[in-house]
Protein backbone atom coordinates (compact mmCIF):
# COMPACT_ATOMS: atom_id res chain seq x y z
CA UNK A 1 0.00 0.00 0.00
CA UNK A 2 1.24 3.36 0.11
CA UNK A 3 3.13 4.85 2.50
CA UNK A 4 4.53 8.46 3.11
CA UNK A 5 6.38 8.96 5.93
CA UNK A 6 7.17 12.58 7.32
CA UNK A 7 10.76 13.18 9.46
CA UNK A 8 12.89 15.88 10.77
CA UNK A 9 9.80 18.10 12.86
CA UNK A 10 10.74 19.67 15.87
CA UNK A 11 10.99 22.16 18.31
CA UNK A 12 13.08 25.48 16.54
CA UNK A 13 13.72 29.27 17.95
CA UNK A 14 12.28 32.03 15.41
CA UNK A 15 14.72 32.67 12.64
CA UNK A 16 15.86 29.32 12.98
CA UNK A 17 15.36 26.34 10.05
CA UNK A 18 14.00 22.85 9.69
CA UNK A 19 14.45 20.51 6.55
CA UNK A 20 11.46 18.06 6.02
CA UNK A 21 11.69 15.22 4.51
CA UNK A 22 8.87 12.77 2.83
CA UNK A 23 9.80 9.37 1.53
CA UNK A 24 6.84 7.75 -0.13
CA UNK A 25 6.72 3.97 -1.25
CA UNK A 26 3.73 1.87 -2.90
CA UNK A 27 3.53 4.22 -5.76
CA UNK A 28 5.36 5.24 -8.74
CA UNK A 29 6.48 8.54 -7.24
CA UNK A 30 8.36 10.08 -10.20
CA UNK A 31 4.26 10.07 -11.67
CA UNK A 32 3.35 11.87 -8.71
CA UNK A 33 3.13 15.69 -8.39
CA UNK A 34 4.29 16.00 -4.51
CA UNK A 35 2.90 18.94 -1.85
CA UNK A 36 3.38 20.23 1.59
CA UNK A 37 -0.18 21.35 3.81
CA UNK A 38 -0.10 22.35 7.33
CA UNK A 39 -2.77 22.58 9.97
CA UNK A 40 -2.03 25.53 12.43
CA UNK A 41 -3.68 24.77 15.96
CA UNK A 42 -7.26 25.35 15.55
CA UNK A 43 -7.21 26.48 12.18
CA UNK A 44 -8.03 24.19 9.05
CA UNK A 45 -5.27 22.72 6.84
CA UNK A 46 -4.12 25.12 4.33
CA UNK A 47 -1.26 24.52 0.95
CA UNK A 48 2.03 25.47 1.39
CA UNK A 49 4.00 24.06 -1.33
CA UNK A 50 3.96 21.66 -4.69
CA UNK A 51 6.50 19.95 -7.08
CA UNK A 52 5.48 18.51 -10.61
CA UNK A 53 6.95 14.90 -11.41
CA UNK A 54 10.18 16.16 -13.08
CA UNK A 55 11.12 19.13 -10.47
CA UNK A 56 10.92 21.43 -13.06
CA UNK A 57 7.27 23.50 -11.92
CA UNK A 58 7.03 24.49 -8.20
CA UNK A 59 4.47 27.19 -6.47
CA UNK A 60 4.24 28.26 -2.60
CA UNK A 61 1.83 30.06 -1.08
CA UNK A 62 2.36 33.53 -0.55
CA UNK A 63 2.78 33.28 3.63
CA UNK A 64 6.14 31.17 2.26
CA UNK A 65 6.99 32.10 -0.59
CA UNK A 66 10.93 33.43 -0.41
CA UNK A 67 11.60 31.26 3.15
CA UNK A 68 10.74 28.22 2.22
CA UNK A 69 11.80 26.02 -0.61
CA UNK A 70 10.79 22.41 -1.96
CA UNK A 71 12.56 20.02 -3.63
CA UNK A 72 12.22 16.32 -4.41
CA UNK A 73 14.75 13.64 -5.05
CA UNK A 74 13.12 10.99 -7.70
CA UNK A 75 16.00 8.26 -7.20
CA UNK A 76 15.12 8.02 -2.98
CA UNK A 77 11.06 8.20 -3.58
CA UNK A 78 11.83 11.44 -1.40
CA UNK A 79 10.23 15.20 -1.12
CA UNK A 80 11.82 17.44 0.99
CA UNK A 81 10.92 21.11 2.91
CA UNK A 82 13.38 23.41 3.51
CA UNK A 83 11.76 25.93 6.01
CA UNK A 84 14.12 29.26 6.62
CA UNK A 85 13.38 32.01 8.85
CA UNK A 86 11.22 30.35 10.64
CA UNK A 87 8.20 32.37 12.81
CA UNK A 88 5.92 31.58 15.40
CA UNK A 89 2.98 31.50 12.96
CA UNK A 90 4.01 28.73 10.85
CA UNK A 91 3.90 26.54 14.00
CA UNK A 92 1.78 23.46 12.51
CA UNK A 93 1.48 19.96 11.90
CA UNK A 94 2.84 19.17 8.57
CA UNK A 95 1.35 16.97 5.55
CA UNK A 96 2.91 15.49 3.31
CA UNK A 97 0.87 14.85 -0.02
CA UNK A 98 0.86 13.06 -3.52
CA UNK A 99 -1.23 13.25 -6.54
CA UNK A 100 -0.76 12.22 -10.12
CA UNK A 101 -2.08 15.76 -11.30
CA UNK A 102 -0.31 18.98 -10.09
CA UNK A 103 -3.41 20.53 -9.77
CA UNK A 104 -6.07 18.38 -8.25
CA UNK A 105 -5.02 18.15 -4.77
CA UNK A 106 -7.99 19.05 -3.36
CA UNK A 107 -9.14 15.55 -4.88
CA UNK A 108 -10.21 11.80 -3.58
CA UNK A 109 -7.19 10.49 -5.33
CA UNK A 110 -4.73 12.02 -3.11
CA UNK A 111 -1.97 9.94 -0.82
CA UNK A 112 -1.58 11.65 3.10
CA UNK A 113 1.00 11.22 5.30
CA UNK A 114 0.03 11.06 8.74
CA UNK A 115 1.45 14.30 9.83
CA UNK A 116 5.15 15.70 11.58
CA UNK A 117 4.53 18.51 14.40
CA UNK A 118 6.55 21.65 13.81
CA UNK A 119 7.08 24.17 17.00
CA UNK A 120 8.32 27.40 16.36
CA UNK A 121 8.97 29.19 19.72
CA UNK A 122 8.94 33.35 19.83
Known amino acids: QVQLVESGGGLVQAGGSLRLSCAASGLPFRNYAMAWFRQPPGKEREFVAK????????YYADSVKGRFTISRDNAKNTVYLQMNSLKPEDTAVYYC???????????????WGQGIQVTVSS
Open 97 to 111: AANQGYNTFASAGTY
Open 51 to 58: ISWSGANT
